[in-house]
């Protein structure tokens, strides 16, 4: 196994960073200026992988700032309702919003959001308002890169992993880059670095490491070497259709293959897969399996309308595993 | 005639300010945390009043600026389609969004507005971006107040005041006042005062006049006495049910009643009642008729689920002045 | 007389602007680089003219923020002493500095200033820190140009012209203008444009008339012409050695010549004109005979080592244009 | 010897942040209010240490950046005249000034800085103005806390310390804590602890240890213990007249008496303790003869009237170190 984790802990998964609002079209499969009605989710990278977590059985929990308004209290309820324990989760007291993002579907192809995600509440979570208490009793922080985009949040993670690293806590590092809010490639790649650097597991898509290394196009080999000169343990890149890689200090190296599915959209497939995959792990499973876990989750999701209401079970996972066609 | 407009002009009224999405609740009469689905409108004052004016056949144009991806598209679309001059509307090449409102509908006497306005392309449009050729060949200039709360709209607003009054193009000032963006109530102050000044007629609620003079509770004969020193011509002071009251130079005073409807909710009363209401003054009716004119128009849009799109033509707004039941 | 004054008041002039510090280089005629040690005076155009007013004999009195710290203590005592009412004087509680402005004086013809105005104490006086009480018992208020540049003392500045048109204050606009903090052109020539509309008495230098039109190179006769459409009845405009132009609203035009005079440099040259101008003016003098004090003032100051402490006394101009040759 | 350089590299030392101007009272012991003439020299910690290690014949050199005005041209000047290599330097062309530290002396146990740091040009030095080039020729990285305190110089720092890291460069971090800038303490902790935990050689004050734990009152142990889990081997903790403390990684700890001087103003000390401290550890010498030049160096600076100009040279510090008196 290639992460131990400390099993003595009430919580799986804690994750740290935005929850936020889906606002994904009802009609679909044409412009977004055509769209007239919008369904609302919970959306927000860490805030999914935790729901999608906690529908696979997981205890999870959740530390981020959400709007002292409607849309906050919305986020925290549904959060809750899904089994995710959602006490870390504190209200902005300055009239700081949710951050927002409309889903186009155009085709399964052509997909995009329009993000708000000015002066957004997540983005104002403090470091004095992350507890270490809340930390210590977990196996696993899941750290999410967008936190890193600005201070105050950007403080309040790193106060949580100093917090983790004293508590033998495992640091999963999903780079989720988003490129909202960064003032420049170079501070995206300085801040990612810092985190990866005292990750124990990092994951990200090909695009996303190239981001925190400001290259145009580098290596998975490359990439691997300069991490593991840190703390990193295991280290996940994703090729979309073309699979997965997993690469172990130890020098072993997995490929995962993507699963065939009918895809409505893009979106919401790399939290998809972060949760299984990371389920996978905390139940000991191989990391060759926990890339199964991963891919055929998120082939799961692209082929549904919303990223947190259609998180997998374990049970759909495992049907998909057996039966599904692979890319390649 | 309170007012005599230039008739050698080929639009009616050019608004200048703000031109938003509203995110209308398709479920009501509940909290907004348990509206699932939202219906998109254009939406924000001086856009509603020029569509209004539109649907009762004023020639109308519009000056704004509004987000360069699918909102603004569709809000810029929208108001063309809806018969508004859009040629003097810039889109925003800062990345900057058009602002939102998702409206709550408890009940009609519990009605809320969450608002996204952080840095919002409107109150982006800049003095150089306001073109006096636009101006000059309009009769009246309608100024929303809300596009006084930040620099470099401000600067706008003054800019098109200063064409409109070196060209005989009639100011009128819509209070419009929103709690959003502004720092203090004296800096409101200062600058409602530096515009209602300069202005040929002067519309708004009692409150918004309170805001205007930084009093807790004015009185109207106090608000036309400051304001007659200056420019303003006509006078318009809203009392909700109480019915408005309009104020001429010459001290003549109108009251217009409040017309009874079945209220779904409290938006848009304020937009359709200017639009009905300055028609009529530009249609040459008496002051008391444009009284009445807008006492009807809000009463229909108070009782329909848009601001927008429910603005009535003129047969419905002389059909309800002709049956309707009036308050008190 | 050009302008009437109410004499029934305890107060000549009240300037509403900046109180800074200048750092004079005690070592001149070398670039600063060279320059090792600098003498400290109070500087700011408004501070000046209400010093150099002191000098001349007149009750002045002075409203603006100054930093909470040696430097603005520093300021308010020295005015204080100079015979400058001080009671209005604000000190900033949120640890802003009071601005900061080297001179370099390399020749007579090569003088420069380097400016600390980043975030500083007198563009932070508030309108609710502007109390009407101090306004009302003045003759004269003297607006600087520059406590335009930014809020929140624009809107200062605008209560207090308001509570001088209240109560018969005749209100000097000194354009003052400075390249510093002012975001574009546009919005100078918006904000110039609005004081000196609501301005008695308007003085610049024809540059400054220029960017408050907001034109390369605009002629008098239609700055003047564009401004007697409002409320000025005395305009100067400075055209430095070929002498300064008043013009009265009747007509009248008058033109004083600029006297010679050993040239030290070139700071507060405007500063002194505007002090003995208006000296004159409240000693009831004809505008010809204010024109010779302000060129004579002006003289004086450019020949001498600072702005604030070479203000000269009565005698001193007496003296000058008596016996002091003129260019041209 | 506690820490071994890489000898093979031309430059011994390079500093990391700020480079600004003094302007010290020509009158001192007294208050600043009462100071009319100031004389300028260069200041900034970083700046000071590396002008005085020229002092002493190290090679050094500077990355940072001035204002593109007179007094960042001077600093500049001033610095190569001095013997550091300022090719690193950039220049501001967004109109930032250099910082200013008026010092106040009203006697040796009174002193007090008033600082100018407002968006000041050293705090703008960027990630892509630090060139790995210039850092792969030194033997040493000096990195001062002050240009932690805000973005961009804090990534412009940590991109510094990664190209020190892959090019083994050692690097010695001095905490100089200045309050301006820093948003919260905990701000200060986070990353005063980043760059801690990544140096060789950590160098600061007691109170400046706690305000990277964020304690009132720490202990040497506690801070050593804490640190010496990461990369540091030597720790530097200055207790004023009770001298300085320098605690190696395998336990052995060292303890230096302050040398007793005819005090004017404690500004400096720092810097000359730094410099001395680390030209002795580059000349090979004990840690505890370290200590000594440290402090022998610090008590020359403090009885004289400027930080950077006054810099020892080795003869005064051995001449201390062999006559002086110490405390305790």
Redesign the interface.
Known sequence: MAITFNNDRPLDIIAIGRACLD?NA?EYNR???E??????YVGGSPANIVIGGAKLGLKTGFIGKVSA???G??IR?YMTNAGVDTSSIVFDNEG??SG?A?T?IISPEECSI?M?R??VADLYL???EVNADDIKQTKMLLVSGTALAQ??SR?AV??AI?AASAHDVKVVFELDYRPYTW??D??TA??Y??VAEKADVVIGTREEFNKMENVEEGTNEESVRRLFRYSPQLIVIKHGVDGSYAYERNGTVHHGKAYKTKVLKTFGAGDSYASAFLYALLQEKTVEQALHYGGASAAIVVSKHSSSEAMPTEEEIIELMANGETHG
């Open positions: 606002l009802v412009p977004l200026e769209t007239m009605t919008f369904r609302k308004d409607q849309h209290r919305f309820e700081r919003k927002l409309f186009e329009l708000y000015e002066n403090t470091a004095d201070s105050p403080e790193f106060k100093q003032k420049s170079m501070e300085v801040y670095h810092q």
